[in-house]
């Protein structure tokens, strides 16, 4: 029940929220299909959000739709929680450097340096250093969050980057070192590791906001931060064939799938959330092939089965340990 007290209400449009105090271990839920549910769900959109961009490359500018994507989500969010966001001004002045840090890496960092690293390196190494987010995120945890480096999770992790080397080399994975090294795998690494300390300070800092209001302050700083680049770019007006496009990057990429991750980084804490990851590229397979008519080949099968295999042992609990034994369970508060 302390524990209950000390967690905030997800509901943006409470005005009074108790003070949080940051534990030194941070609370992490039993893992179950509900608390499973936002990860699967956040990894659903993202994969959706790939399709979409790649149906948007030639009708917008991506500087243009990553400013327009941004704009309209905190526009959503200011007339839902504008008057919750005002009431907790003092609580945000208090902490808005660590709102504008989690919102430059969450949501500015790694999308513009992964825009960058596609102008110099192959979309092989990209899919190769993505599938390192995992393993990233669960090291940063072990070492900034208080989260516990099982052997569960390294084992899993291996065999999860193995299959996903395997589907994103084609079968081939031999012919990543023929390519040499590249100024874009060097920026894909720096986007990988903002991506990942994202999740990791979001779970140590446990600010005393909701998840709602978090995400509007958030979503606020990186429109900010977004804002001169896309004056500095070729900017794309908003036409009939990009607004789909721009609405679904704005909507449940851009508002639910975020508040999908914090939750899921909340209730499972940042190593095991960033494990799910690994289910990314297979899903963006299945519906590359169900709405782009790409074809299945062997290699997504046995890379997205390798991938399947390892999130499953990652999520498992350590022997001899009670689930979730590698973080601090609510119950046990």
């Known amino acids: ?18 003070a949080q105090t940051t534990p030194a271990a941070p609370a992490v839920k ?8 936002a990860p699967v769900l956040t990894m659903l959109i993202w994969a959706g959000n790939t399709v979409v961009t790649k149906a948007a490359s030639g ?8 400013f327009y994507r941004w704009l309209i989500a905190f526009l959503v969010l200011l007339a839902i929680f504008g008057p919750a966001a005002w009431r907790q001004r003092t609580v945000m002045r208090r902490h808005w450097y660590k709102l504008a840090i989690l919102g430059l ?33 669960t090291l940063l ?24 080397v395997y589907l994103t080399s084609h079968g081939a994975p031999s012919m990543l070192l023929s390519g040499g090294s590249h100024i874009g795998d060097g920026l894909m690494i ?10 990791v300070l979001l779970k140590r800092w446990s600010l005393p906001l909701t998840m709602w209001l978090q995400l509007f302050w958030q979503v606020g700083f990186a429109t900010l931060a977004l804002l001169p680049i896309w004056l500095l770019s070729d ?7 990009s607004l789909p496009l721009v609405l679904y990057a704005a909507l449940p990429t851009s508002l639910l799938a975020p508040f999908l991750w914090m939750t899921a980084i909340r209730d ?14 297979v899903m963006i397979a299945a519906l590359a092939w169900a709405t782009l008519g790409e074809q299945l080949y062997a290699y997504h099968v046995v890379g997205g089965g390798l991938a399947l295999i390892g999130v499953a042992i990652a999520l498992r609990p350590a022997r001899g340990i009670k689930a979730p034994a590698d973080d601090v369970e609510i119950e046990q508060l």
């Open 59 to 66: 009708v917008i500018e991506p500087a243009s739709i990553a």
């Open 105 to 137: 890496l969450g949501m500015v960092i790694y999308q513009s340096l992964a825009y960058e690293a596609a102008k110099t390196t192959s979309a092989v190494n990209m899919g190769v250093l993505v599938a390192l987010m995992p393993l990233v995120s």
């Open 190 to 199: 720096v986007a990988i590791i903002a991506n990942s300390l994202y999740g």
């Open 141 to 164: 945890a072990s070492a900034f969050a208080g989260e516990r480096l099982t052997w569960p999770r390294i084992v899993g992790g291996l065999t999860s980057l193995a299959g996903l």
């Open 235 to 241: 900017i794309s007006p908003i036409t009939w064939a």
């Open 30 to 37: 039993t893992m179950t299909p509900a608390s499973m549910s």
């Open 268 to 281: 499972l804490g940042a190593g095991r959330s960033a494990m799910f990851i690994n289910l990314l590229p």
């Open 1 to 18: 029940m302390a524990a209950d007290a000390r967690r905030p209400i997800d509901n943006g449009m409470e005005s009074g929220m108790a």
